[in-house]
């Protein structure tokens, strides 16, 4: 006799239910993986998506792009040592030496506030 209207026999799982492979793609894939990689405390969830896509760039050698990402985090976390840190180092490596005193002063006080309190 058929199954009652609604239920399914077992080990079939409904279609939609069914996970479809060829609808994951490699970037959601990746960004699930990043989605799991720390970025710095105190950062929204979109900054920290920012800082993650610093990090990446960065890593891919593509420091134009990386400073893209890694900009408008300078000002908004003067107290971020990791974000302060990154702007100090790329941004002399990309010859913004304004920023690069601003973010490496900030990043050299930081550092000095951490050692102290250690």
């Known amino acids: 006799a058929p199954a009652p209207q609604g239920l ?4 079939t799982a409904p279609p939609a239910a069914r996970p479809n492979p060829s609808a994951i793609s490699p970037a959601h894939v990746a960004e ?3 989605a799991a990689e ?5 950062l929204t969830a979109a900054d920290a998506a920012a800082y993650r896509a610093y990090e990446r760039a960065f890593a891919e050698d593509d420091a134009a792009t990386a400073w893209q990402y890694l900009r408008p985090l300078v000002d908004r976390y003067p107290s971020s040592t990791e974000v302060q840190h990154g702007a100090c180092s790329l941004s002399m490596q990309l010859g913004d030496m304004a920023t690069a ?3 490496c002063t900030r990043y050299q006080k930081l550092q ?3 050692s102290s309190t250690r």
């Not at 399914?8 to 080990?11: I, M």
């Open 8 to 11: 399914q026999s077992r080990g």
């Open 32 to 34: 699930q993986a990043n």
């Open 38 to 42: 720390s970025a710095p405390g105190g």
């Open 101 to 103: 005193q601003l973010a």
């Open 112 to 114: 000095q506030t951490t």
